[in-house]
């Protein structure tokens, strides 16, 4: 069986971390699957999802690490067409998904493993998230 669900949300622009592991819980439990993998996949080259602790401190020490290993502005050659270069690197390192395993009708992560969708574009933007619940 598979199962299907989008989400949609607004984002605030550059580094915006969205907490979206409620609503892909959510659908997991709407699926009816008791055992199979949840895919968490976003449609768009500068956005991406990540796992990461909701902790201020480390949030704000992913959103420096970020600026620090791909900083806007380097000299990028697609800056010449258009100024988010950097987003788009950045969406590449991270990636646009993330699979879970799904035991007994719920989705396993760690303790400390919330799913964010990290918008890395340079301006708010109306995002998608796909939820896809495969399994039996």
């Not at 699926?31 to 949030?59: D, K, M, Q, R």
């Not at 690197?89 to 009708?105: H, W």
């Not at 760690?110 to 890395?120: K, P, R």
């Given at each position: 069986?598979?199962?299907?669900?989008?989400?949609?949300?607004?984002?605030?622009?550059?580094?915006?971390?969205?907490?979206?592991?409620a609503?892909v819980?959510?659908?997991?439990?709407?699926?009816?699957?008791?055992?199979?993998?949840?895919?968490?996949?976003?449609?768009?080259?500068?956005?991406?999802?990540?796992?990461?602790?909701?902790?201020?401190?480390?949030?704000?020490?992913?959103k420096?690490?970020?600026?620090?290993?791909?900083?806007?502005?380097?000299?990028?050659?697609?800056?010449?067409?258009d100024?988010?270069?950097?987003s788009?690197?950045?969406a590449?390192?991270?990636?646009?998904?993330?699979c879970?395993?799904?035991?007994?009708?719920?989705?396993?992560?760690?303790?400390?493993?919330?799913?964010?969708?990290?918008e890395?574009?340079?301006?708010?933007?109306q995002?998608?998230?796909?939820?896809?619940?495969?399994?039996?």
């Amino acid at each position: 069986m598979i199962y299907t669900r989008e989400l949609r949300f607004s984002t605030r622009g550059e580094i915006d971390l969205v907490d979206i592991t409620a609503e892909v819980e959510r659908v997991v439990e709407e699926s009816g699957i008791e055992n199979g993998i949840a895919l968490v996949f976003v449609p768009g080259a500068t956005g991406a999802i990540v796992t990461i602790e909701h902790e201020s401190g480390l949030l704000e020490d992913f959103k420096r690490t970020l600026r620090e290993l791909i900083p806007k502005g380097a000299g990028y050659l697609h800056d010449r067409i258009d100024d988010n270069a950097h987003s788009h690197l950045r969406a590449t390192l991270l990636g646009a998904s993330e699979c879970f395993p799904i035991v007994d009708g719920r989705l396993v992560r760690g303790t400390w493993q919330q799913i964010f969708f990290v918008e890395l574009d340079v301006r708010p933007r109306q995002r998608r998230v796909i939820v896809q619940v495969m399994g039996e």
